[in-house]
């Protein structure tokens, strides 16, 4: 793709362009709270659904507050008055209070110190958080220690929803990154090899925010958009990039220029990348066109705006970043590089080249072996635990199976393969086809 490489052979203008749109998006998702919807329990298509669209189309959409007060009876008479003229004076709202007389009075105060104070007002939307903030703020202006004011109605959780939800993302965020920046740390043990994928996975947070409140201007969008943004932005973010740093790595240990290994890692970390993120967008576009109404429509076009962000700016402005930097992202470095064929190593080469046995044998066997074979311990030499184990593998690679005796009638089965053919050990030997190749063969070495 040549507007993949131009990427990587103007990284400055890459970088440029990218720090560019990051700022605009970021900037917009400082009102990302004020674009969201509190969630709504509507489901379209359903028979409450139209009940509601039906009370919609003749009353009007109206967000019911009851207001609670509590307090001496002498205080309550004084404030109470006050703040059902307050509340009515806000044109658009209509207040029924005890004070106002009439068969309902002694409902809405059924004794001396509480009074009930019902409210209600259009609104776009039951849950929308408008009408619920108008009515709190007249209330904490009006009502005064010692009676102490209740809300309550659809519009007031759902703002105080919604507003926690913000709140909650904000604060996992906080501890989220410094840990994340420890555990890079770790992994790379270089800060600044640690820092690429945090600054992308931060700028992944804060833009998705930005196109996520863009799009709730063309659609609802609920506050479960909020978490998802948050937590899908960071992870995708910091795991697409993590991806290209690495690779990037692992082509200048193997001597190409900075350029060259940027390059490298674009065309094969890089497609990783946009596989992993296209099959996410598949995903998300499925479930999109599939899932009515709003909350799951929002949960899934936040995670498909944030991985759209992660994909572009991990195969685009990583590699940018990385050819300029080149040599630089070791730059004082923790400790001492990793050893070629180390333990670890080992272990991940055995499990590669042996996947079938890989999957079914113990981890502790795996890691004995692992360890025994960085020791340059001969595999004869090592006990029966540690050995390495027979392969395992379809039965066109000559595989047997073998019944070994193990103790006084007794006998386990093993699978050989076929190099094992002319060493049988005593008892039964049967090769894949059923025809047995030795009863009693000729015993085995010590």
């Not at 990427?7 to 009102?31: E, N, Y």
């Not at 043990?189 to 833009?207: D, H, K």
Request: glycine fraction near 8%.
């Amino acid at each position: 793709m040549r507007w993949a490489a131009a990427a990587v052979r103007h990284p400055r203008l890459t970088l440029a362009v990218w720090i560019v749109l990051t700022l605009i998006l970021a900037v917009q998702g400082l009102s990302f709270g004020e674009r969201i919807t509190p969630s709504s329990l509507d489901v379209p298509g359903t028979s409450s659904a139209r009940a509601q669209a039906v009370a919609d189309r003749y009353f009007g959409t109206e967000a019911s507050i009851p207001v609670v007060l509590e307090g001496p009876r002498a205080e309550l008479d004084e404030q109470g008055p006050e703040l059902a003229a307050a509340l009515r004076a806000n044109g658009g709202l209509r207040v029924l209070s005890p004070w106002d007389g009439g068969r309902l009075a002694p409902e809405l105060r059924p004794r001396g110190s509480a009074a009930l104070v019902l409210v209600a007002g259009q609104t776009r939307n039951t849950f929308a958080s408008g009408i619920g903030k108008d009515v709190r703020t007249v209330v904490r202006a009006r009502v005064q220690s010692p009676v102490r004011a209740s809300m309550s109605g659809f519009s007031v959780i759902g703002g105080e929803l919604k507003d926690a939800s913000l709140r909650a993302a904000h604060d996992a965020e906080r501890l989220a990154i410094p840990l994340l920046a420890l555990i890079l740390l770790l992994v790379f043990r270089s800060p600044i090899a640690a820092l690429v994928p945090a600054i992308f996975g931060i700028a992944a947070v804060e833009s998705g925010y930005g196109a996520v409140g863009l799009l709730g201007e063309l659609r609802p969008i609920s506050d479960v958009a909020t978490a998802l943004t948050s937590m899908m932005g960071l992870a995708l973010g910091v795991d697409y990039s993590l991806l290209l740093v690495s690779r990037f790595r692992e082509e200048l240990a193997r001597g190409l220029a900075p350029v060259d290994a940027a390059t490298a890692a674009q065309r094969t970390a890089g497609r990783t990348v946009l596989f992993a993120g296209v099959t996410l967008l598949v995903a998300m576009l499925a479930a999109i066109l599939l899932t009515p109404g709003d909350f799951l429509f929002s949960a899934a076009a936040s995670v498909a705006t944030v991985a759209i962000i992660s994909m572009a700016g991990a195969f685009l402005a990583v590699p940018a970043l990385l050819a300029l930097l080149g040599t630089n992202l070791d730059r004082w470095r923790i400790g001492q590089a990793p050893l070629e064929g180390g333990r670890w190593a080992a272990l991940a080469e055995c499990v590669q080249r042996h996947r079938c046995f890989g999957a079914a044998r113990p981890w502790p066997h795996w890691l004995c072996w692992a360890c025994r074979r960085s020791r340059s311990t001969p595999a004869r030499s090592m006990p029966g635990p540690c050995r390495p184990p027979a392969l395992l593998g379809p039965r066109r690679s000559g595989l047997h199976r073998r019944w070994v005796q193990v103790g006084p009638r007794r006998s386990k089965s093993t699978s050989l393969p076929a190099r094992a053919r002319s060493r049988p050990r005593r008892a039964c030997t049967r090769w894949h086809d059923g025809r047995p190749a030795s009863r009693a063969g000729p015993r085995s070495r010590p």
